[in-house]
């Protein structure tokens, strides 16, 4: 890692492209702005750092940067708590390069126990993903939901985990299987961002974004936005080939044992005709299970 980090200098471009003067309280002044967003002497102000200061560190030299001034410059490009984390995750790589390689080590595969976990909770479909968002692991009723994915050409083989950025954005089935497949692809997009951040020398992940880049206009756009984010709960609407469309909610579940890997569970509303296939869909799974045992 060079001591100038281009992640630092576009992610801080794009944060003060996105707040106007009217946001962050400042006159406008006359005359036509050049940027859409804040100048840097802007944010120097705001942050109480000078314009030579400010305009060092975006270009991406954290070097002597306390975490005092990145929460300050968080507060003055108002960042969500995801992005101050991304912001965190970038001066640690660039302060710290050896160490941040050796914290490298997203997950691959998913502890016994956890897989017994997930089987427990077999009312519920339930999905492990890993921080590239491959489909480490689910259980049998996440498998059913999810069959679209598992059986995409996107995935490299039957031994590799199905991958759901990949399956976004390059399998034409995406845009059948999720009601909003702008808002997933979004989503894929952000957490993609965080986990470059908090894994920075994680190899597959860089093939993945160049695989991504080379075959899809769309991402290219995204990923260039610098945008980043945890999705944690929420809504979807998906719409599976058996069993019509199914309005779910879902959590995002972390574990001490796993810290990689993140459960996703999804339910229905008591009685919902959501509740009503999810039950046929795992009568479904079941039936398909019989069949190939």
Not at 37 to 61: F, N
Not at 68 to 88: F, K, N, S, V
Not at 247 to 275: I, N, W
Request: aromatic residues 6%; glycine residues 6%; proline residues 5%.
């Amino acid at each position: 890692m060079t001591a100038k980090d281009e992640r630092v200098r576009d992610f801080l471009a794009t944060r003060r492209a996105k707040i106007t003067p009217d946001m962050a309280g400042l006159p406008r002044g006359g005359g036509v702005r050049r940027v859409p967003g804040l100048r840097r002497e802007e944010v120097a102000i705001l942050s109480g750092v000078s314009v030579d200061y400010y305009t060092r560190i975006e270009k991406g030299d954290l070097t002597g940067v306390s975490d005092d001034i990145l929460d300050t410059l968080a507060r003055a490009l108002q960042m969500t708590e995801d992005e101050t984390a991304y912001l965190y995750d970038l001066a640690r790589t660039a302060r710290r390069p050896v160490r941040a390689r050796s914290r490298s080590r997203p997950a691959t595969s998913v502890p016994r126990q956890v897989r017994l976990l997930m089987d427990s909770m077999g009312a519920l479909p339930v999905i492990a993903l890993g921080g590239r968002l491959d489909v480490l692991a689910a259980n049998a009723l996440g498998r059913a939901l999810f069959d679209v994915v598992y059986d995409s050409p996107t995935r490299r083989s039957a031994a590799s985990p199905p991958n759901l950025a990949a399956f976004v954005f390059l399998d034409p089935a995406a845009d059948e299987f999720y009601a909003d497949l702008d808002e997933a692809a979004a989503t894929s997009v952000r957490m993609l961002r965080a986990h470059a951040g908090a894994m920075p020398h994680d190899g597959q992940l860089v093939q993945l974004i160049g695989e991504l880049s080379t075959r899809s206009a769309d991402f290219r756009v995204r990923w260039a936005a610098h945008d980043v984010g945890v999705h944690r709960t929420g809504a979807k609407t998906l719409r599976h080939h058996e069993v019509g469309e199914l309005d779910l909610g879902f959590e995002q579940l972390t574990l001490d044992s796993a810290p990689s890997v993140t459960l996703s569970a999804y339910v229905a509303e008591p009685a919902s005709p959501t509740a009503e296939r999810l039950q046929i869909l795992a009568a479904w799974a079941a039936t398909g299970a019989a069949a190939q045992r």
